[in-house]
């Protein structure tokens, strides 16, 4: 079977609803490009088996796993992301195949009026501002889906074995020349948000030691400036009473009065024993090995 020019990959697992509404916009604005491409979406297989494959999972992976498997089934020449709930509008993947074809090898999406609440918004903004500052990944929209990748990019990112997969963050670490369009965005058409607030937490969480040791050197640091805090603290206390008493006994005695200071340590110290936890656990989920995702089966026509 001959390789097409583009891939769309979508992963799909609650908005059964929206199908039929994204296949009637997806088809005929990818019949537009005048280019042969090919679909990877659960459903539809039978009624465009020419252009739509289709990826079983035995079980929910997740978003990302569900791009990865994706990737590393798609054959096109450039590969296009987005969502199934119709936030993405499909009419959208020309523009991003355009700025493509001024050198681009990927182009991520920022959403024009987002139609989100003002809390998801506001939290989406505070935890972009902080992944950016610590791991120097500048991305001005991080939960776009709308995103056109190079046949390297994707390459690149199925070359990564890692547990823990962040694909826009890894394809903006890979690529040579990345760049950021406008896109529209519009309401959710079915189903309802994979990302609670504790999600969209952890998930940055995970983007931020995925790709940078930075919390660890702040740890470190805030551990040097704590104890040099401790030191000059006790050693004012100390000048301070023995001052007043005119003993330096008297002086010497405040160093027993570190109640406060013991419990702060102590909070600092278990802050720190659990992102270094952070940090091991990965490294033992990486050393199992264990598959990232269980494919049931793969739908295809064969020639």
Avoid at 215 to 223: A, D, T
Wanted: overall charge neutral.
């Amino acid at each position: 079977m001959a390789a097409p020019g583009l891939s769309v990959v979508i992963p799909v697992y609650n908005e059964e609803a929206v199908l039929p509404s994204l296949f009637a916009r997806l088809y005929p604005a990818l019949d537009a490009l005048g280019a042969s491409y090919e679909a990877i979406l659960r459903e539809q297989f039978q009624k465009r088996p020419d252009t739509t494959r289709v990826i079983l999972f035995n079980g929910n992976y997740g978003q990302h796993m569900a791009i990865v498997a994706g990737f590393e089934r798609c054959r096109g020449d450039r590969v296009v992301t987005l969502d199934a709930d119709l936030q993405n509008p499909p009419e959208e993947i020309a523009r991003l195949l355009a700025k493509m074809d001024e050198g681009y090898d990927y182009v991520g999406g920022v959403r024009r009026e987002r139609r989100d609440t003002v809390f998801r918004r506001g939290a989406s903004r505070l935890m972009n501002a902080l992944r950016e500052r610590i791991t120097r990944i500048r991305m001005s929209d991080q939960g776009c889906m709308l995103r056109a990748y190079s046949r390297d990019i994707v390459a690149a990112i199925n070359s990564c074995r890692e547990v823990n997969t962040f694909i826009p963050a890894l394809a903006y670490t890979f690529a040579q020349r990345p760049t950021e369009i406008e896109v529209a965005h519009e309401e959710r058409a079915a189903g309802e948000s994979k990302y609670s607030l504790y999600k969209l937490v952890q998930l940055n969480f995970d983007l931020v030691t995925s790709f940078s040791v930075k919390p660890l050197q702040m740890f470190s640091l805030l551990g040097m400036l704590t104890a040099a805090a401790s030191v000059l603290a006790y050693v004012i206390v100390i000048i301070q009473r023995w001052i007043v008493a005119d003993s330096l006994v008297e002086g010497l005695r405040a160093i027993w009065d570190r109640d406060i200071l013991q419990f702060f340590l102590t909070g600092i110290l278990l802050f720190g024993v659990g992102l270094l936890g952070e940090y091991v656990g990965r490294i033992y989920e990486q050393v199992r090995q264990r598959p990232r995702y269980v494919v049931q089966a793969v739908l295809e026509r064969k020639e």
